[in-house]
């Protein structure tokens, strides 16, 4: 998955928490707000970034259309003192999408339909839900975009874009990447082939 051609730096971050996460709800597509834990794991990495990159020079900003994104973003630049609204939004970092199953939680699923349960926990790379969208698709979505950035970049985007990130960046299996915990509170800095968290 990675290449020898040097990249520059590239620090992502997923959104903070909503309701759905804290319920452990499939969110997908479905435009669900921030929680006050989410808005504040936003501030948090926005002090983070802010002690990293000062003003943030040079480094381009770019978002997931969802507002739980969004919200994220505008809380983080804000607490960099930037402008909250000067932010580029690009469409091919939209969340996964989970199909018919958005909305139903794991424990739903597992109850409801014990065959798309058992092949997601064989094979969750590939594992695509009715109507939606496999890890592995979002990654050939998600990867000319990361290939084709000009320069340092901060990304905020979701969970299941940050796993395929993760993949094409650290060259990590299919499996490995598939089940990382991607945290909200932090911000991954990637470059030239490794990962740091802050």
Known sequence: MTDSRRRPPIYYVRHGETDWNAQARFQGRRDIPLNDKGRAQAG?????LVAELGAADGFDFLCSPLSRARDTMEIIRGGMGLDPADYAID???IEASYGDLEGVSLSGIEARHPDLFET???DRWHFTPPGGESLAMTL???SPLIDGLAGPTVIVAHGAVGRAVRRHLLG???NDAAWYEFPQDKVFRFEDGGERLI
């Not at 948090?44 to 983070?48: D, K, L, S």
């Open 172 to 174: 990590l299996s299919e």
């Open 44 to 48: 948090r990495n926005g002090r983070a």
């Open 140 to 142: 050939a979505r998600v």
């Open 120 to 122: 997601r926990r064989t």
């Open 91 to 93: 469409e091919r970092l």
